[in-house]
């Protein structure tokens, strides 16, 4: 009879394992992690070009990270894809719907301004960039009261032509949601992790 005694010394084991996972493991899970934001993050970004009129620079800067770090207590390491505060203030409009109203963010002091009745529109239905700006470049249009009390518009008026309103300024705009940022974010996952399923939003 051979008897075989393996015999096991637990506590290095748990010292190697400990470092294993404390090292390699959480190098590579951090790697995954960051890489994995990083692509939800280029998502976002790209959405905004179809989701958005012309985003300008600082609008598809707004979308930033905080990259995970390895931690020493052998949890999983994690990653926050957020809307900086300075854009959020507009974005999350975008994101959620609501209402804007005077003193907003894109308002005037006065309240949201709108397209009138023969303004032209982005693809929107909005006012095109800079339309204010170069309207009042031309002689023959001007803001002026309509009603007594109520916000100036932005009209013109030609010489034997009736007047055109192109923008009035109103006491609240609501907004539907058009920017889907947690689904595209799920989206860029998915494409990442196939396997893994969606993940849970907190």
Same mark, same amino acid.
């Given at each position: 009879?051979?008897?075989?005694? %393996?015999? !096991?010394? /637990?506590?290095?084991?748990?010292?190697?394992? +400990?470092?294993?996972?404390? *090292?390699? $493991?959480?190098? @590579?899970?951090?790697?995954?992690?960051?890489?994995?934001?990083?692509?939800?993050?280029?998502?976002?970004?790209?959405?905004?070009?179809?989701?958005?009129?012309?985003?300008?620079?600082?609008?598809?800067?707004?979308?930033?990270?905080?990259?995970?770090?390895?931690?020493?207590?052998?949890?999983?390491?994690?990653? %926050?894809? !957020?809307? /900086?505060?300075?854009?959020?203030?507009?974005? +999350?409009?975008?994101?959620? *719907?609501? $209402?804007?109203? @005077?003193?907003?963010?894109?308002?005037?002091?006065?309240?949201?301004?709108?397209?009138?009745?023969?303004?032209?529109?982005?693809?929107?239905?909005?006012?095109?960039?800079?339309?204010?700006?170069?309207?009042?470049?031309?002689?023959?249009?001007?803001?002026?009261?309509?009603?007594?009390?109520?916000?100036?518009? %932005?009209?013109?008026? /030609?010489?034997?032509?009736?007047?055109?309103?192109?923008?009035?300024?109103?006491?609240?705009?609501?907004?539907?949601?058009?920017?889907?940022?947690?689904?595209?974010?799920?989206?860029?996952?998915?494409?990442?992790?196939?396997?893994?399923?969606?993940?849970?939003?907190?």
């Amino acid at each position: 009879m051979l008897e075989i005694t %393996l015999e !096991f010394d /637990r506590r290095a084991f748990d010292s190697a394992a +400990d470092s294993f996972v404390n *090292g390699e $493991v959480q190098t @590579a899970l951090v790697g995954a992690v960051n890489g994995t934001a990083e692509r939800v993050r280029i998502a976002l970004r790209n959405s905004m070009l179809t989701a958005f009129d012309r985003p300008k620079p600082f609008t598809l800067k707004g979308i930033a990270v905080y990259k995970a770090t390895p931690r020493t207590d052998g949890g999983t390491p994690s990653a %926050l894809v !957020f809307v /900086r505060e300075t854009q959020a203030g507009y974005l +999350d409009l975008e994101m959620h *719907g609501g $209402v804007r109203r @005077a003193g907003d963010v894109g308002t005037t002091r006065l309240g949201p301004l709108v397209p009138g009745a023969r303004a032209p529109k982005d693809r929107f239905g909005g006012l095109p960039r800079n339309f204010v700006a170069e309207a009042l470049q031309d002689p023959d249009v001007a803001w002026v009261t309509l009603r007594p009390g109520e916000p100036p518009a %932005l009209v013109r008026k /030609r010489p034997g032509m009736r007047m055109e309103v192109l923008a009035v300024i109103a006491s609240e705009t609501r907004y539907e949601a058009t920017w889907d940022f947690y689904g595209r974010a799920s989206d860029a996952i998915q494409e990442a992790w196939p396997q893994a399923g969606f993940p849970v939003w907190d």
